[in-house]
């Protein structure tokens, strides 16, 4: 029997209760039809809302409407939650780092995020000044080149990925949005240029480069493109962006020049198996560079890297093709999903996050679906570290030998248990026995080999632009993607509504109510607190799976009282709880404007690259917002200079 999502009926997602995991994701079987809230935002991320123009009757019951919910917004709570975040913004803004220098950088980059949008919330001028002052840090530590330094190396070295060039490009954009200052847009494109500069033949990145061929000691490639942390994306974003302020088209004049290259470094020998690795030498064969990062397909390539290019490709072009591969590649996943879930392999699965959960290492739990590899002609997946793949399944001799090079440890002692008595018990890797069958033996494994990318994973935005497309192609992928700068009157209106009934919606009024080591005032600083949209929406653990499921995703489902035994009180944060809704309820009091309200498209969202935030979040999508563009992707790829 399948248990459905809120209704029994034909079209409708539904759980094996036997697993507690979805029956069926693929692509004809995705909507959001009879999901509750939580569950539509875990597949497929935040909504964008599209207010349209009201008629005479419908303006005046929405005026009526709004006049009323106000009355019910909870004051007392909006001047304490107010008075908390007001307070903690005064107690960060005296804790200016001297420098932008080690970890302090992080810590800058968020204030400056941080601060500028508590500027354009409350409209203080002193949140402006702690913003600039972050922000004239990073202008000071810029190199004449372009980038900024990476700790511990020379101006010689460039990091590419990972932020520490890409982030500062934004935090200059946002100074030049709140200040009007050319000095930050001078900045932003000096980084621009030097990025330019950098670009590979195959249209992407590599992870780092060194102006002298010196060495870095850093593993990563120079020559090649990489996937890996944002070496790509990030850049891509910025000459996108740069683009769109100057409608200079040297800035994306081999961007679409990745699409061909995408095909071309496609990993997989069978047509149904689709996939690429982390990184990339320019011909586009696979290189390695960290333990975990081999010259195989990794799932996090797909999350983090091509299915975003891709949608951001099809968006721009309109290419079928493009969102066909992006079909083919989730169809592979989900193909590895429904394997994790067969009877026989979701025990043993079962039985080894039980081994994890024993030995404390709840975020080495596997997810079905998330190896970090899989093998070329997709007969086998699992954890990589050491430069291996501990491959879940058996594995003929015939395999064995041709992915050798990968599977070079063939056996284990596993710790079991007989007669009360703990012992030791050899098990090897055969046609009959995989990693996943000789973990789930072992009493005391904690995890060495397992995958990484099950904690920090997620398909959500793919699998939203794959049920936007289904629903109506192009222009309804489009639309998700585009919102305006401005709101008229009628839009105004109805975005103060919304905005009136999330202020006095009870979950949020209870979360926001709940600050108590919870709260903004308990964020040690603006990186934990901007790090936490980050990972908004997402895959979380079910409640059918038990306790033992976390992931780094799902902040925005944390319940106070209902998880405060499972999560020991510990991980939970209502801060942006509090902080939505003083900025809902100013805004149901018109205390934001329609132009400060409406903040453009979503674009090639950064913020939450994986989970797609609301349209109305208090945060949002802020790196488009930078420059407010209604629809971001109106960009001929290929048609600037060669």
Known sequence: MRVGLGAHAAGLLTVDPETGQYEDLSYGALTDEGLSWEERTRLFGGETVHYGELTGVQRTTAEGELEGLRKEIDRKLFVNCEAEIRKWLHQQAKDLPAAYVGRDAHKI???????FRAYETFGDKNYLAAGLARADLILKAQWPRGHWPWPGKSENFVRIQDGSTTEPFWIMLYAHKVSREEKYLRSARRCADLLLSLQRPGGGWGDQWSFNGSASGNTGVYHGISFNDRATNAPFRILVMMYNLTRDRKYIAKLGNLWPWIVKANLGERDEV????????????????RRYEIELPSTYALTRAVGPLLIWHYLMSGDEAQMDLLRRAYAWHEHMRLEDLKPENWKLLLQLNDHQTAQGHFYNHYRPGWPSAYLPDGSNWGGVTGYNVFVWYGISDERRKKYGRFLPIQSHDVTVLRDGMETKQRMNLGADRGWLKIY?????????????????????????????HKRGGRAALLKYHSNPTSYTADQYLQARVAAARRATEKRSIRLAGNPDRKGILAVSDPGALVGQKGRWYGDRYREADGPGWPTKWGAAYYDYLQHEEVYGGERGSVAWYQWQFVYDTMLADGRISAEAAARGG?????????TCLDSWDALGEWLMACHEMENHFSVPLGEGKK
């Open 109 to 115: 980059r968020s204030g400056a995020v941080v601060f």
């Open 274 to 289: 689709v996939g690429w690795g982390d990184q990339y030498n320019d011909d586009a064969s696979p290189a390695r560079a």
């Open 440 to 468: 789930a033996a072992d009493r005391n494994y904690f995890g060495r080999h397992q995958c990484h990318c099950s904690m920090g994973n997620d398909m959500s935005q793919i699998r939203r632009a794959l049920l936007e």
């Open 602 to 610: 979503r674009g090639l969202q950064g913020t939450a690259t994986h």
